[in-house]
């Protein structure tokens, strides 16, 4: 149990295109998925947090007009990376719970990740 | 604000050595530490998960042990084997925003 996916795996775009990448809970119903970036070498860092219906929270130094999130379903989160360019190429991971809104401890299940590549 | 070291960053050994991987991390207010593997390309797999609460865990050939007020844990592992190569996080969870921060890893390769 506690699946969660991404697509696409990997996808590569040209400069001052648009992405959208999804990430979907199979077997549970996700009521807040995160949004994770990772260059390489790197550690894990949170952009954004989204919960299911309203708008998403985003770090510090995230530009909420380039990473568009929505969460308009408690199975699905998209994150669309706007007008990319060479410098958000980057890992992008997903993660939801579905109990994370009353439990802040409860365990978040983490998608395999989209690697974006902006030529 | 936490922040989390993870030695050695990087880590080669023959087949059948036991390991140590170590974590610290600066803020020992937390509620739980994880560890997660994460293969090249990959997302996260989670592997053992200790709450403030207990001193360690043990999965199979991996026991992580946690020593909160010194700020620390650490992830053993026993009998290594070629599929244990992978990079190794662990991710403190503290209070405040309740996001678990991760550390950069430890890159582990083990040889046949």
């Known amino acids: 149990g506690a699946v969660v996916s991404q697509h696409p795996s990997r996808v590569i775009c040209k400069s001052g295109t648009s992405v959208k990448i999804e990430c979907r809970s199979l077997?549970?119903?996700?009521?807040?998925m995160f949004w994770y970036r990772q260059f390489p070498k790197q550690s894990l860092m949170l952009m954004a947090t989204?919960?299911?219906?309203?708008?998403?929270?985003?770090e510090q130094g995230v530009e909420k007009d380039k990473f568009l999130i929505n969460h308009a379903s408690l199975t699905l989160s998209t994150l669309t990376v706007t007008s990319a360019h060479p410098e958000d190429s980057s890992f992008y991971i997903c993660?939801?719970?579905?109990?994370?809104?009353?439990?802040?401890?409860?365990?978040?299940?983490f998608g395999p990740g989209t690697r974006l590549t902006v030529l | 604000k936490q922040e989390v070291t993870q030695i050695p960053a990087a880590l080669s050994v023959p087949e059948g050595e036991n390991l140590v991987l170590n974590c610290s991390f600066t803020?020992?207010?937390?509620?739980?530490l994880q560890w997660f593997r994460q293969d090249p390309g990959k997302g996260l797999t989670s592997l053992l998960l200790?709450?403030?609460?207990?001193r360690e865990q043990t999965s199979g050939r991996l026991n992580a042990s946690l020593d909160k007020s010194s700020g620390r844990s650490t992830l053993y592992i026993a009998a290594s084997q070629p599929g244990d190569s992978a990079t190794y996080l662990c991710?403190?969870?503290?209070?405040?925003?309740?996001?678990?921060?991760f550390g950069r890893g430890t890159s582990l390769i083990v040889h046949p």
């Open positions: 200790i709450q403030s609460s207990q």
């Open positions: 991710a403190p969870l503290s209070g405040g925003s309740y996001i678990p921060t």
């Open positions: 803020d020992s207010a937390i509620y739980n």
């Open positions: 989204s919960n299911e219906g309203s708008k998403a929270t985003y």
């Open positions: 077997d549970f119903q996700a009521t807040t």
């Open positions: 993660s939801a719970s579905d109990n994370w809104d009353r439990v802040r401890t409860d365990t978040q299940y």
